[in-house]
């Protein structure tokens, strides 16, 4: 199997229902009758394979797996052709980068050519798109006559580049066999054991990840030890390391090493390792007071300021939690000494994280300004993401203790009736609602928003009335309690209260992330709704972290409102763009109000649920005015 193709069997076996050529096509971004032809020859490799691509009329494409052992025997044999003879551009470019970057010598044109059975022109083709992904690691690929291409720039870039393809493959297929390139699998599993033994010695605790990121660091170390090529020492200040404990780890870790694997290692990469372990989060098993009196003063007073602020802006009910602030600290503490060292971290699970967890990941982003300025650094999405992992557990442990929703009755048919109606609800809903009482019409303006949850009226309110309601009759029949309920459980209707029809916008001409942003951002202005600088503090936050979603879905929002409202606007775009690593055409503008007041929760979760549902996105994206969108919309 080509790269495309196997993009192509990673999209079927991830689906349990049938999935159509156009959405194949926009991700991985070419037309359905590529896709049509790539089924077809995927069906003539799948012959005894145990399985085939059903073409299913009106529906799409679904992946029948008759025989999973003969499936699963199918795909590591293709895999293992794949890795070794590329054939298609993307997959030529793959295998140049591992080349250029395990070169201990020069290249020369004309051997990688006849290696990958390629013109010369081919290959100076594909050599180019290697010279634009190294140059981001601000490496260089220079040509010298008579000797052939040499990489060139420092010994910490190339080692981050080659940290960065074993962590950033995406194909999961390759997953068990993506380091192999760089040293045996035995070496491999020596290196971990040997991790896992030190750190057992002195009593050092490691995260999986943390393990995985200094397994990796070790492993590339070795393959440049092997080739001579080393750090700089001037990197690393030798007297402030050498007193640490994680230098004494690093040392009986690569004592170990040189023994087992039969190396040689200079005093400057033990300095490399003792860095990566400091670089580490901890699980300390401490008191929180013992915690804190660890800490320096900026770090206690930068963590406070976060946590306020986020508290400020987005009303989380979390600035009294102490566990909060002490996991926060901790994360810290090393997560400024990797970026003030340039030292690259991991997180396998970010994307994850922006789905299922935005109000947290929002509050990271958040936290994230305040982290920068305070310590001057420039702390990555990916650092980010694990930060929204502690303002997640702050959340969920909140929502453990939320108390009932809050009822406020208004009834203008006299004191009997009013009160009538308080007992009949109160016994049909009094362990689920604390009711506020009854009031008249009139009295109404008494109470603030933030004081009620909803209200259930007899009367019709006016327009000027923000808080959620609903009308009943008087007498509160079976319908009227079924109407309530249904308020109760699903949290109102969420796209009746955040999106207004006139925001909805159809197959907008735009070609970049930029122009829809621009676009959608002027018209908020034009009519009124948010102030000057809209489409600027949109842009200010992409720069953060992109807000696409997969599944053909952004969700942009700004760093800082710019009105008094929570609400959406909604468009499609004619054609797919590139947004971030994925293709977007449906868009969500969300803008949440400056001081919000009102649990945000339902509303992410219905634009959660949003982003998973393929088949509505699909709608969504074909509907051809305002109407049909609002109604594919309310039926999330």
């Keep these: 199997?080509?790269?495309?193709?196997?993009?192509?069997?990673?999209?079927?076996?991830?689906?349990?229902?049938?999935?159509?050529?156009?959405?194949?096509?926009?991700?991985?971004?070419?037309?359905p009758r590529t896709i049509r032809n790539d089924i077809k020859d995927l069906n003539h490799l799948l012959v005894n394979s145990g399985a085939t691509v059903l073409s299913l009329r009106s529906q799409g494409y679904l992946l029948e797996i008759i025989n999973q052992e003969d499936f699963n025997n199918f795909i590591f044999s293709s895999v293992e052709f794949v890795n070794n003879i590329p054939v298609e551009p993307e997959d030529r470019v793959q295998y140049l980068m591992k080349k250029v970057l395990l070169m201990s010598n020069y290249l020369k044109v004309e051997d990688?050519?006849?290696?990958?059975?390629?013109?010369?022109?081919t290959l100076k083709n594909d050599l180019r798109d290697v010279k634009v992904i190294l140059k981001k690691y601000n490496l260089n690929l220079d040509h010298k006559a008579k000797y052939g291409l040499i990489l060139t720039g420092s010994e910490r870039n190339i080692r981050f580049a080659m940290s960065e393809m074993l962590f950033n493959r995406s194909?999961?297929?390759?997953?068990?066999?993506?380091?192999?390139?760089?040293?045996?699998?035995?070496?491999?599993?020596?290196?971990?054991?040997?991790?896992?033994?030190?750190?057992?010695?002195?009593n050092f605790s490691l995260s999986d990840i943390a393990l995985q990121n200094l397994a990796v660091h070790i492993a590339?170390?070795?393959?440049?030890?092997?080739?001579?090529?080393?750090?700089?020492?001037?990197?690393?200040?030798?007297?402030?390391?050498?007193?640490?404990?994680?230098?004494?780890?690093?040392?009986?870790?690569i004592r170990n090493i040189e023994i087992k694997l039969h190396l040689q290692f200079p005093q400057v990469e033990i300095l490399y390792v003792a860095m990566h372990l400091l670089g580490t989060r901890l699980l300390l098993n401490k008191g929180n007071s013992e915690i804190l009196n660890s800490f320096d003063e900026k770090i206690v007073d930068t963590v406070n300021q976060l946590i306020n602020q986020v508290e400020k802006q987005m009303n989380l009910g979390i600035k009294t939690d102490?566990?909060?602030?002490?996991?926060?600290?901790?994360?810290?503490?090393?997560?400024?000494?990797?970026?003030?060292?340039?030292?690259?971290?991991?997180?396998?699970?970010?994307?994850?994280?922006?789905?299922?967890?935005?109000?947290?990941?929002?509050?990271?982003?958040?936290?994230?300004?305040?982290?920068?300025?305070?310590?001057?650094?420039?702390?990555?999405?990916?650092?980010?993401?694990?930060?929204?992992?502690?303002?997640?557990?702050?959340?969920?442990?909140?929502?453990?203790?939320?108390?009932?929703?809050?009822?406020l009755i208004v009834c203008t048919t006299g004191l009997g009736s009013s009160q009538l109606l308080l007992y009949k609800m109160m016994a049909r809903f009094?362990?689920?609602?604390?009711?506020?009482?009854?009031?008249?019409?009139?009295?109404?303006?008494?109470?603030?928003?933030?004081?009620?949850?909803?209200?259930?009226?007899?009367?019709?309110?006016?327009n000027t009335i923000t808080i959620p309601h609903i009308l009943i009759n008087t007498l509160l029949g079976n319908s009227e309690l079924s109407k309530i309920e249904q308020m109760m459980d699903e949290d109102f209707s969420i796209v009746d209260k955040y999106l207004k029809e006139d925001l909805i916008y159809t197959n907008i001409p735009c070609n970049t992330y930029e122009e829809v942003i621009k676009y959608l951002?002027?018209?908020?202005?034009?009519?009124?709704?948010?102030?000057?600088?809209?489409?600027?503090?949109?842009?200010?936050?992409?720069?953060?972290?992109?807000?696409?979603?997969?599944?053909?879905?952004?969700?942009?929002?700004?760093?800082?409102?710019?009105?008094?409202?929570?609400?959406?606007?909604?468009?499609?775009?004619?054609?797919?763009?590139?947004?971030?690593?994925?293709?977007?055409?449906?868009?969500?503008?969300?803008?949440?109000a400056k001081k919000n007041k009102e649990d945000l929760k339902p509303m992410y979760e219905t634009l959660v649920r949003l982003v998973d549902d393929s088949v509505r996105i699909q709608k969504l994206i074909?509907?051809?005015?305002?109407?049909?969108?609002?109604?594919?919309?309310?039926?999330i």
Excluded at 225 to 251: C, G, H, P
Excluded at 338 to 361: D, S
Excluded at 622 to 635: C, E, F, Q, V, Y
Aim: net charge positive.
């Design 1 to 31: 199997m080509n790269t495309r193709q196997q993009q192509i069997m990673k999209e079927l076996i991830g689906e349990s229902k049938p999935i159509t050529g156009e959405r194949l096509g926009s991700i991985i971004k070419v037309t």
């Design 112 to 121: 990688l050519a006849d290696e990958l059975y390629v013109s010369r022109s």
């Design 171 to 202: 194909n999961l297929i390759m997953e068990k066999n993506h380091q192999s390139w760089l040293l045996p699998q035995d070496s491999l599993e020596i290196i971990n054991q040997t991790i896992l033994e030190e750190i057992s010695n002195f």
């Design 220 to 253: 590339i170390a070795c393959k440049r030890v092997k080739n001579q090529r080393y750090m700089e020492e001037r990197e690393y200040n030798f007297e402030d390391l050498i007193t640490k404990k994680e230098y004494s780890i690093a040392k009986e870790i």
């Design 322 to 407: 102490k566990e909060l602030f002490t996991a926060i600290a901790l994360h810290l503490k090393p997560a400024i000494h990797r970026f003030k060292n340039q030292m690259n971290v991991r997180n396998p699970i970010l994307e994850a994280i922006k789905v299922n967890y935005p109000v947290a990941f929002e509050a990271a982003i958040k936290a994230g300004k305040i982290i920068n300025e305070s310590f001057e650094i420039n702390i990555n999405e990916h650092e980010i993401g694990y930060i929204a992992l502690h303002f997640g557990t702050a959340i969920e442990k909140r929502n453990l203790k939320k108390k009932p929703k809050r009822c």
């Design 430 to 462: 009094g362990n689920k609602l604390t009711f506020l009482g009854t009031t008249e019409l009139h009295s109404l303006p008494n109470y603030r928003d933030d004081e009620v949850d909803f209200i259930v009226s007899t009367v019709p309110l006016p």
């Design 521 to 592: 951002g002027e018209e908020l202005i034009r009519k009124g709704i948010t102030e000057d600088g809209m489409v600027e503090t949109v842009l200010e936050r992409e720069k953060v972290a992109s807000t696409s979603y997969g599944n053909l879905v952004a969700i942009p929002h700004p760093l800082e409102a710019k009105a008094p409202n929570t609400f959406w606007t909604i468009a499609t775009i004619k054609k797919p763009i590139d947004w971030g690593k994925n293709k977007v055409q449906f868009v969500c503008l969300l803008h949440v």
């Design 622 to 635: 074909n509907a051809k005015d305002r109407t049909s969108i609002l109604k594919a919309l309310k039926g």
